[in-house]
C-alpha cells in the first residue's frame, strides 16, 4: 500500500473531525487530542471496540460523538471483541453478505489500566492470533475513571489515591512503570509505536505506515491528564512536550520487533522541570527535597538513553 | 417427516451436531473438562471442510464470549461451549452480550464448582448464570441436546425474543455417555432453521452504529433491562411455537416442562437434565407396587414457566424438589423457583426440599425411597422440614474412612 501522506507539515493532517466536540471528557484531556489526531490519519471507517475506562463515557445514550461505530465491551476483553468483530466481517465478507466497500478498521480503545493490567491476556491473545487490527491505548498512568488509582502504568513517586505520599511510603508510588511496549514487542507484531499528541506529525506518520501492514497496529499514546496528575488543564501540551524533552516519554516505534527511535532530544532537559508542574508529583519537592527519589528518576532515563546518547552528542 | 439417520452419539457429539446442522458460522473456543470433546469435533469439522465459516482458540472463556457476542452483534451466527469454571470466568460477559441483545447459543456440560475442585456435575455452574438474560434449556438425553440446539437458534433469533441461550446437559453422565441420536438431514434442518439475517445487529461503513453503549441514569438503565424481561416472557409463547414446528417435522416434541407418569399422581418429584432418567425409573418402581408416584421434568428454566409448573403439580399432596445444586445457606435453587410458582395456588402442595447428586454424587434407590417416605410424612402431619441433604449410610461409612486416613474426624 503506498503511504498516502507523508505528513511533511501540519497542514498536510485533515481538518476533518471525526470525534465531535461536547463530551463528557475533561478539558484538556491529553488522550482524548491524541485519539482525535489519530482518527483523521485513520479515517471514518472505523469501529471502536471499547474497554471500561474514561472514554467509555464517550459514548452515552442517546449521544455518540463518533462518526464511526462503536462497541462496549468489558474492562478486560476489548481485544476479545475486536476478534470477534473482525472475524465476522471477514466471514460476511468472504460469503458475500457484505461488500468490501463496507469493511471498518476495528480499533481497540483503551486506557492504561486496561491494557497493562486486566486485558493484558486478552491483548495478548489477540496479537498472539496475529489479529488484524489496531490497538489505541491511552495511557495516563492511572486508573482515571475510577478516581486515579494506581495502575501498572504509573510511573514512580507518582502519588495516586491508593499510593498516597505518606510517612512510610514518602514517594507515593514505589514500583517503576510496566514496559508495554517491550511486552507487546515481544509478540512481534508488525507495527508498534508509542505516539504523544504534542507531535502530531509523529503521530500522523506512524499511523499512516501502520496502515500497510495487515495484523496488529499497537499503539500507546502518551497522555496528559490534568485531573489525575493534578495540574492546569491548559498546560497539557508543555506537560507532554516536558515528557518528551526529558527523556521519560520514548517516541519511537518497532517494526516487526525492529525498534527505532523515531525523535532522540538532542539534550535531555531536566526532569524537574516536568516533574515540579505536576501536582502527582508535588511531594517530592515539598515540604522535603526527596533526594533519593529525584536521584533514582534521573537514573532511570539515563539508563534508558545511554546507548542513544552518542547519537545526542553527535547531534549537537 | 423427513429421512434420519440414527447413530450413537455421546452428549458431546449430540452437541456438535447440534451447531453444525444449525450452520454456526463462527466458534470461539476454549478447553475445559468436560467439554472439550465438543469444541474438538467442530474444530475437525472446520479444519476439514464439513463446516463452514471460522473456528478459533481464545486466550479465556472471559475472552470467548467476548468474541462470541461481538460475532454476533456483527451478524453471523456463533455457537460456543464451557463448563463449569469456565463459565464463571466468562460471568460478566454472559450479562455483558445478553444486553446486546445477540442470540448466540452457547452449551454448558455441567460440572460442578471448585471448592474442592473437582469433575463431575451438578447444577450450580449453570444455575449461577439464571438471571444472566440468558435463556436456559436444561436437557435429560443426548437427543434432547441435539435437537435443543437446533429450537435454541430459533428462538433466540426471533425478533420477539433476541436472547442468547444456554442449552445444558450434564457432564458424564451425558456428555460422555452414548445414545442412539437420530440426526435431522442438513436439509431439513435448514427447512427448520432459515439463516441468520439480523436488522439489529451489524457493524458496517454505510451506517455507523453504536452497540453495547453507556447510560446515566436508572429510567434509561431500566428500560433496557425490562426489555430483557419482556423479550424473555415472549420466549415462553415462542418456545411453544418452535417447538409445534419442529414436532412436525421431525417427530419428536418438548415443552417447557416434561411431566411423567404424573396424571393421576398423588406425589412428584420435581427434577432436572439427566438425572431426571434415575427419577422416572424410580417413578416406575414406586408405580409398580402401586405408589402414585409421577416425576415432573423442568426442562425451560429460563423463562421460568410458571403456568405450565402449576398446571402440572395441581392437586398433588406433596412434591419434592430434588436439586442438584446448593445455594449455600439457603437451600435448593429450582425449590424456590418451584415454591414462587404455586405460591398463588388456591391449594397448593406441600413443598419438600431435597439436594442430592452433588458433584455427580449418585442418587440412589434407597435415597428415592427416602424422598417418597418424607412426602408422607409431611402429607401425613402438615409439616415440611427445611432442606434435606441426601447422603446414604455407605457413603458415610467409605467418608468416615478417608478421614480417616487424612487423620480427619467426621463432623
Ligand atoms: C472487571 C472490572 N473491574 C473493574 C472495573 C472498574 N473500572 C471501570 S473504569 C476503571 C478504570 C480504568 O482505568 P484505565 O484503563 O487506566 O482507563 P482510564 O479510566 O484511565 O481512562 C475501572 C477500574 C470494571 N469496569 N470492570
Ligand atoms: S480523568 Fe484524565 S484521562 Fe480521564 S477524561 Fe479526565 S483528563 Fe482525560
Known amino acids: ?87 465476522a466481517l471477514d466471514l460476511l465478507i468472504a460469503r458475500g453478505a457484505l461488500s468490501i466497500e463496507e469493511d471498518l478498521q476495528v480499533i481497540v480503545l483503551a486506557g492504561d489500566g486496561a491494557s497493562y493490567d486486566i486485558g493484558l491476556a486478552s491483548t495478548s491473545g489477540a496479537i498472539y492470533r496475529n ?28 502519588r495516586t489515591t491508593t499510593t498516597p505520599a505518606a510517612v512510610l511510603t514518602p514517594e507515593g508510588t514505589e514500583l517503576p512503570k510496566k514496559d508495554l511496549f517491550e511486552i507487546w514487542r515481544a509478540h512481534c507484531p508488525p507495527y508498534l509505536a508509542t505516539v504523544s499528541p504534542r507531535h502530531p506529525l509523529d503521530l500522523a506518520r506512524k499511523f499512516e505506515k501502520a496502515k500497510a ?10 497522555s496528559p491528564c490534568p485531573t489525575g496528575w493534578h495540574y492546569d488543564p491548559g498546560q497539557t501540551p508543555e506537560i507532554a512536550r ?75 | 417427516m423427513g429421512p434420519q439417520r440414527e447413530e450413537m452419539l455421546t452428549g458431546n457429539m449430540a452437541a456438535a451436531w447440534g451447531a453444525r446442522l444449525a450452520r454456526a458460522e463462527y466458534v470461539p473456543a476454549y478447553p475445559i473438562t468436560p467439554q472439550t470433546e465438543i469444541v474438538e469435533t467442530l474444530a475437525q469439522w472446520f479444519a476439514d471442510g464439513t463446516m463452514q465459516g471460522k473456528f478459533v482458540t481464545m486466550d479465556s472463556e472471559h475472552s470467548m464470549l467476548t468474541a462470541a457476542g461481538a460475532a454476533a452483534a456483527t451478524g453471523v451466527r456463533v455457537f460456543t461451549a464451557t463448563s463449569s469454571q469456565g463459565l464463571l470466568y466468562a460471568f460478566e460477559v454472559l450479562y455483558t452480550v445478553a444486553g446486546w441483545r445477540v442470540p448466540l447459543v452457547l452449551v454448558n456440560v455441567s460440572r460442578a464448582l471448585a471448592s474442592p475442585i473437582t469433575l463431575e456435575p451438578d447444577h450450580n455452574d449453570v444455575l449461577a448464570a439464571r438471571d444472566a438474560g440468558f435463556l436456559q434449556i436444561h436437557c435429560e438425553t443426548c437427543q434432547e441436546v441435539l435437537d435443543s440446539i437446533l429450537m435454541a437458534y430459533k428462538i433466540a433469533e426471533d425478533p420477539r425474543v433476541l436472547l442468547p441461550v444456554i442449552v445444558n446437559l450434564d457432564g458424564y ?81 418438548y ?139 455407605g457413603e458415610q461409612t467409605q467418608m468416615a474412612h478417608l478421614l480417616d486416613i487424612a487423620g480427619k474426624e467426621w463432623g
Open chain 1, 1 to 87: 500500500m503506498a503511504i498516502e501522506h507523508a505528513y511533511k507539515k501540519l497542514k498536510e493532517i485533515s481538518l476533518e473531525e471525526f470525534i465531535l466536540p461536547g463530551t463528557s471528557t475533561c478539558g484538556g484531556c491529553g488522550g482524548l487530542e491524541a485519539l482525535r489526531l489519530a482518527h483523521k490519519v485513520l479515517g471514518k471507517n472505523v469501529v471502536f471496540v471499547n474497554a471500561a475506562g474514561c472514554f467509555t463515557l464517550l459514548a452515552l445514550f442517546p449521544f455518540s460523538p463518533f462518526k464511526g461505530s462503536w462497541l462496549y465491551t468489558t474492562m478486560a476483553s476489548a481485544p476479545a471483541g475486536a476478534q470477534g468483530i473482525r472475524d
Open chain 1, 131 to 158: 489479529l488484524d487490527f489496531w490497538y489505541f491505548c491511552y495511557d495516563n498512568e492511572a486508573y482515571g475513571n475510577t478516581g486515579v488509582q494506581m495502575s501498572s502504568a504509573t510511573p514512580y513517586a507518582a
Open chain 1, 213 to 222: 501492514f495487515k495484523g496488529p497496529k499497537l499503539f500507546i499514546a502518551y
Open chain 1, 242 to 316: 516536558l515528557a518528551v524533552e526529558t527523556g521519560l516519554w520514548a517516541l519511537k516505534e518497532a517494526v516487526h520487533g525492529e525498534v527505532a527511535h523515531t525523535y532522540i532530544p538532542k539534550k535531555l532537559k531536566s526532569v524537574e522541570e516536568y516533574l515540579q508542574a505536576q501536582g502527582r508529583f508535588a511531594h517530592l519537592f515539598h515540604p522535603v527535597r526527596q533526594e533519593a527519589a529525584l536521584r533514582k528518576i534521573r537514573e532511570a532515563i539515563t539508563q534508558y538513553w545511554a546507548p542513544y546518547l552518542r547519537t545526542m552528542q553527535n547531534a549537537k
Open chain 2, 173 to 253: 453422565y451425558l456428555s460422555f455417555t452414548r445414545e442412539p441420536v437420530a440426526i435431522p438431514s442438513a436439509e431439513e434442518a435448514a427447512a427448520f432453521l432459515p439463516p441468520y439475517e439480523p436488522h439489529h445487529a451489524f457493524f458496517k461503513a454505510s451506517r455507523p452504529l453504536a452497540q453495547g453503549i453507556a447510560v446515566l441514569g436508572g429510567f434509561i438503565y431500566s428500560y433496557f433491562r425490562y426489555q430483557e424481561q419482556l423479550a424473555a416472557r415472549n420466549a415462553l409463547a415462542v418456545h411453544d411455537e418452535v417447538a409445534a414446528e419442529f414436532a412436525r417435522r421431525f417427530g419428536r416434541s
Open chain 2, 255 to 393: 415443552g417447557p416442562v416434561e411431566a411423567y407418569r404424573l396424571e393421576d399422581a398423588e406425589y412428584a418429584l420435581v427434577m432436572s437434565n439427566a438425572f431426571a432418567t434415575k427419577g422416572k425409573a424410580a417413578v416406575d418402581l414406586f408405580r409398580q407396587r402401586g405408589e402414585r408416584v409421577g416425576l415432573l421434568r423442568l426442562r425451560l428454566l429460563r423463562p421460568f414457566p410458571h403456568e405450565a409448573v402449576q398446571a402440572a403439580l395441581r392437586g398433588k399432596r406433596a412434591v419434592a424438589v430434588l436439586d442438584q445444586n446448593l445455594s449455600v445457606g439457603q437451600g435448593g435453587i429450582t425449590y424456590q423457583e418451584v415454591a414462587a410458582a404455586l405460591y398463588h395456588e388456591p391449594s397448593r402442595p406441600l413443598l419438600l426440599s431435597c439436594i442430592g447428586g452433588l458433584g455427580g454424587k449418585e442418587i440412589s434407590a434407597g435415597e428415592f425411597e427416602e424422598v417418597l417416605e418424607l412426602m408422607k410424612e409431611a402429607a401425613a402431619t402438615g409439616q415440611v422440614p427445611g432442606p434435606q441433604l441426601l447422603y446414604t449410610e
